[in-house]
């Protein structure tokens, strides 16, 4: 590998590891590495922290762009319910039903709703659990706390590839002919337990619990991992508060997931129950397909407790590593320290366990005592407090900063408009009362999207371009980045802004078409409008992707160990470090992370020891 | 060949923005990385501002164009006494996220700009500020607080279930795939009970026809409301989730299998007067159907509208319902046209678990009849009376159990008038062997007979007598006719 060839004399940085860094012996034991002695395990079994997130970041992509042209399908039923869709015919096959008289093509109304289904499940946890928080967790926790690796190669390698089998088992769904599963990402029972009630809930289902089962297990191992390695391994020095906040997001991240997701696996338990055992969790006094079924007394609201207990916290497992992501890069970007670390680091742990105790909200009017409701209001809408602190505390690291505008701060900046326009939306939803009204309505769809799809994809972009020359040993395109990220921000707001007039006109989401009803039938116009920049704004994620293998291969190289000027350890390694990340000791911390324009100097590394007299960055 | 041409096409484009990419690496190279830098963040701080203040533009005017959409305003506001509440919170957060919301956009962006990177720029040295931080957690937390007191105070009023001492309309939706069935609760004001397994062909809701309250409940095709009244909504499911959502009332709540819902609301908007103000509007002064311009105008046209709001299957979007709502006067006459579906739909069928007894409705109307009938006889020269709905097991002389009814009108009229006496005549149609049923007819005027005394009328005003087939009121050339011809009826002796 490049690691050897670069023969440049040892940086600041370098002689600092060498003379007070930690001797571990970690190339005694491994001779150059073992790890990595052909093909296979180098690239594909990999035991690697930084192959492993490339494994994850290059899985998300594909599972992106399927989601995606998943949503271009469904938008353009949508947009243009009138057109034919018969040239879609040779991809969806029986799926477009060709009108034999009029040789007009129609997307089945089954196939609409797996393809909305499959868009929302793909995206939550494929992309943006998988795709954000599986890269970003595995490429920086071992890099910037100064470890050769993660805790545990070994399970961290079984947590992609159970992540890989679950994504096969998904996508081989897709290709049923009963259909995939078609019930909303939720599943909510009784319609994801009965067959009778929709195609999709027949093998479709079974396999979508087997997918996400296997994904839990990929998130747990990952997760696991993560925690035992931010406690752990962290190098000399690297106190807690001496984390970067990208750390600290990981971390609470993963306890996140570990306290959150069996829940998921349990409930997605029952429900088999439900279904191939004739229990009754969830089902009671159906008469479907006419016949009346022997379940008696369960509650379809138990599955909605369970499943929400997940579902909540996963919008934060979605955010948190997006924020922490940002909060790096505005920094670095900006040359200065983020504001107010340890309030962002409060605000992260407010957060997280406020996600444990507002999943009701999802549940107001779904029959749940009213009663109930009061607790989950106060505590949803205390959220706005520490993520208001957050939003604060990006906007004041611009204040007085030296930003460099490149494809990293842009999404990063975005990402803050982002998660500002989405959030406050939230503060209607989570008002029980206005929920009555907007309740899966398009508010909601615009609201999630902006505040949780478009942001955490902000985030992940923003931690792609920043984090691109580390993964590669070369930049991607800057201009074609930032024609991406304008392309996005434009194209993003010009999709969702509209549904809140959609949602607040009172339209539902998930309708097949609106000509039902006069009252949802007013947008024809929003909707194409709606539909041709989804459309536009996907040809913007090509780019990126085009931008992204381009430079894996052709970018332009890396020169300098430390091209943002970071403070930060994964940019004292060798420019393409080697599994072991440090050549010879690890470095050992002296200070915070956030060291930028202290006392003058443009940014003071991690690795280098507090001067004289000098005052701790966080205590000034 | 399309597709090899869209193909060509992609990969030209995918050629050229690469170009594009490179074009501006040779000249970072040539200008120098920092100089190009300073250029770029110049630049790009430009847009930043230029895209700020067209995102706020375009999101003002957005708000201007759809105003029509905000809850509360123009023709959106709530049709319902506790959707008010509803729009004027929306309204109320509306006014103080919007403030948060320009505050931080312009600011967010305004300093991207402002401190866009110099060469020769410094970065201020600005880690935190305690009296700051404060502030701004404060400040949020005390809007916060605000919105969820407001908020709560209305949640729990709107979501209070009705109090049964007062005077309230009860309605029940059920949904299933894919529709809405509309059950009133009929002349009681009460709903009967169902149970899933008792659905049928016949029985649509598993209505239990042994529960009075169920005889008459009728079912309706549009939700008919009247104004001012409040309305308890139940709320069932027959088989998936379904969501019982009137968007114009502010009204939502799954409708759940196994376990029932309510949603109590009270309309204040009758249909005629929202169409009123719709008309006021110029949007709603063009045709309904764009394409055909001498169709109705849209406010003519308005309809309330009942729909599904949770995932339900592949026709989830199809769940409507009209609704309707109507002055007081209009709702009775309404509700006097509606049948009740046991009444007319099951009552008699083999369905019918109650064949043995009639339902105060029945027992007052053939009362009714019978006076009538009998009142004929005892006015003018007719003096024969017709048992309508007296019976026997076929081929028996045993009474059913109905036949009573008819029978006990006939004791109290005989009771009120003690003059009154009768002869009971039996008679059947020619089929089979005519002495046999000249017997049964001569026993089944005696079963009559027999009842009539078991109650208490006195044997003297009472003779029975079989004629079998012989007195026919009409030829027996049909099935309808012999039927007409098997008769017991009576003849007014004195009175």
């Not at chain 1, 002919?177 to 195609?199: D, E, I, K, V």
């Not at chain 2, 087939?469 to 030829?475: F, H, N």
Request: net charge neutral; glycine share 8%.
């Amino acid at each position: 590998m490049a690691t050897v060839d670069i023969k440049s004399p040892k940086t600041q940085e370098e002689q600092l590891i060498e003379t007070l860094g930690f001797d571990d012996h970690f190339h005694d034991h491994h001779e150059g590495d073992k790890y990595r002695s052909n093909f296979i395990n180098t690239y594909v079994f990999s035991m690697d922290h930084k192959i492993i997130a490339k494994q994850f970041l290059i899985t998300g992509m594909i599972w992106a762009l399927i989601g995606a042209m998943m949503s271009l399908v469904f938008r353009l039923q949508l947009g243009f319910p009138e057109e034919s869709m018969a040239w879609l015919k040779p991809v969806l096959g029986k799926w477009i039903i060709i009108n034999p008289e009029t040789g007009m093509g129609t997307l089945s109304q089954d196939f609409y709703y797996a393809l909305v289904t499959m868009h929302g499940t793909i995206l939550v946890f494929f992309v943006l659990t998988a795709g954000l928080s599986g890269t970003f967790s595995n490429l920086l926790i071992p890099l910037q706390l100064g470890a050769r690796d993660m805790a545990s190669p070994f399970l961290n390698m079984l947590s992609y590839w159970f992540f890989f089998m679950s994504s096969l088992v998904m996508m081989y769904s897709l290709f049923l002919s009963t259909g995939p599963f078609s019930g909303g990402w939720t599943a909510y029972p009784p319609l994801s337990a009965l067959p009778q009630a929709s195609s999709g809930s027949g093998t479709g289902m079974t396999l979508w619990i087997l997918s996400l089962t296997l994904f839990v297990v990929s998130v747990l191992l990952g997760g696991i991992n993560y925690i035992t390695t931010v406690l752990n391994l962290r190098t000399k020095g690297m106190s807690l508060w001496r984390m970067p906040l990208t750390i600290w997001a990981f971390f609470v991240t993963a306890i996140i997931g570990l306290l959150s997701f069996p829940v998921l696996v349990s409930g997605f338990l029952l429900l088999m129950f439900d279904r191939g055992m004739g229990t009754s969790f969830y089902l009671s006094e159906i008469f479907v397909g006419g016949q009346a079924l022997d379940h008696v007394g369960g509650s379809p609201i138990l599955y909605q407790h369970l499943f929400w207990f997940l579902g909540h916290p996963e919008v934060y497992i979605i955010i948190l590593p997006a924020m922490g992501l940002v909060s790096e890069v505005l920094s670095v970007q900006s040359r200065k320290p983020i504001f107010g670390y340890k309030a962002m680091v409060f605000s992260i742990l407010a957060i997280a366990f406020l996600s444990f105790i507002v999943w009701a909200h999802h549940m107001f009017m779904s029959g749940v005592n009213p009663f109930i409701s009061n607790f989950f209001v106060v505590f949803t809408l205390i959220i706005a407090v520490p993520s208001a602190v957050k939003v604060f505390n990006w906007i004041t690291t611009l204040y007085g900063g030296n930003i460099r505008f490149n494809a990293a701060s842009m999404f990063a900046i975005g990402f803050v408009s982002m998660f500002i326009s989405g959030g406050l939306t939230g503060i209607f939803l989570g008002n029980s009362a206005i929920d009555i009204q907007q309740h899966d309505t398009y508010f909601v769809v615009a609201h999630f999207h902006i505040v949780m799809g478009i942001a955490a994809f902000f985030g992940m972009f923003a931690g792609i371009y920043n984090w691109f020359p580390k993964m590669y040993g070369r930049f991607m395109n800057e201009t074609l980045g930032k024609i991406h990220f304008w392309g996005t921000i434009i194209g993003a707001y010009a999709i969702f802004w509209p549904m809140h007039y959609i949602g607040m006109a009172g339209v539902p989401r998930r309708y097949y078409k609106f000509d039902t009803f006069t009252s949802f039938s007013q947008f024809d116009d929003m909707n194409k409008f709606i539909t041709i920049a989804a459309i536009i704004t996907f040809s913007f994620q090509v780019l990126f992707v085009v931008n992204f293998f381009y430079s894996i291969w052709k970018g332009k190289k890396v020169t300098t160990q430390n091209p943002w000027g970071a403070t930060t350890l994964e940019w004292t390694t060798p420019i393409r470090p080697g599994h072991g990340n440090w050549e010879g000791k690890l470095p050992t911390v002296q200070r915070w992370a956030y060291d930028y324009g202290k006392d003058g100097k443009e940014f003071v590394t991690q690795v280098t020891p507090m001067a004289e007299g000098e005052v701790s960055g966080d205590d000034h | 060949m399309t597709f090899l041409l869209v193909l060509l096409s992609l990969i030209l484009i995918v050629i050229i923005t690469i170009q594009i990419g490179k074009v501006t690496e040779l000249a970072a190279k040539i200008r120098g990385e920092e100089e190009m830098q300073e250029s770029v963040n110049k630049r790009q701080g430009v847009y930043m501002m230029v895209f700020m203040i067209a995102f706020l533009l375009l999101s003002a005017w957005s708000a201007y164009k759809y105003k029509f959409h905000y809850l509360g305003y123009g023709p959106w506001k709530a049709s319902s006494a506790h959707g008010q509440q509803i729009d004027t919170m929306f309204d109320l957060t509306l006014v103080i996220t919007g403030i948060v919301f320009v505050i931080t956009q312009i600011l967010l962006f305004y300093y991207a700009w402002r401190y866009s990177g110099r060469r020769s720029g410094k970065a201020l040295f600005f880690p935190h500020n305690t009296n700051l931080e404060i502030v701004w957690t404060a400040i949020p937390a005390v809007v916060m607080a605000f919105l969820v007191i407001k908020g709560l105070d209305a949640w729990n009023e709107i979501m209070a279930d009705v109090d049964p001492k007062e005077d309230y309309l009860e309605v029940e939706a059920t949904g299933f795939q894919f529709a809405w069935a509309l059950r009133y609760p009929g002349a009681d004001g009460q709903l009967g009970e169902k149970n899933y397994k008792m659905i049928n062909g016949s029985n649509p809701l598993g209505q239990n026809w042994l529960d009075e309250k169920n005889v008459d409940d009728f079912h309706a095709d549009e939700l008919v409301l009247p104004v001012g009244k409040k309305v308890r909504v139940r709320i069932t499911s027959k088989d998936v989730l379904h969501n019982f959502y009137l968007p114009h009332f502010r009204v939502k709540m799954d409708a759940i299998p196994g376990i029932p819902t309510y949603f109590v609301f009270t309309p204040t908007v009758t249909t005629d007067s929202m169409r009123m103000r719709l008309k006021q509007y110029p949007e709603y002064n063009v045709p309904a159907d764009p394409n055909d311009p001498e169709s109705k105008l849209k406010w003519e046209v308005f309809d309330y509208e009942l729909a599904c709001a949770e995932l339900c299957g592949n026709s989830h979007f199809a769940m409507r319902k009209t609704v309707r709502i109507v002055d007081e006067v209009e709702y009775m006459q309404w509700q006097a046209k509606q049948k009740s579906y046991y009444l007319s739909n099951v009552r008699w069928t083999e369905d019918d678990p109650n064949k043995d007894k009639l339902f105060g409705s029945e027992i007052e109307e053939r009362k009714e009849q019978f006076q009538e009938a009998l009142d004929t006889a005892l006015t003018t020269g007719k003096k024969t009376v017709q048992f309508n709905y007296v019976t026997f097991a076929t081929g028996s002389d045993k009474l059913t159990g109905v036949s009573r009814y008819e029978l006990d009108n006939l004791v109290n009229a005989m009771k009120e008038n003690k003059a009154l006496r009768i002869a009971l005549n039996g008679h059947t149609d020619d089929v089979g062997d005519p002495a046999g049923n000249l017997t049964l007819s001569q026993k089944r005027a005696t079963a009559v007979y027999n009842y009539l005394k078991s109650k208490g009328v006195a044997t003297e005003r009472l003779s029975s007598q079989g004629y079998g087939q012989t007195q026919p009121v009409v030829p027996n050339d049909s099935d309808e006719n012999r039927a007409k011809n098997r008769r017991t009826e009576f003849r007014v002796v004195a009175q």
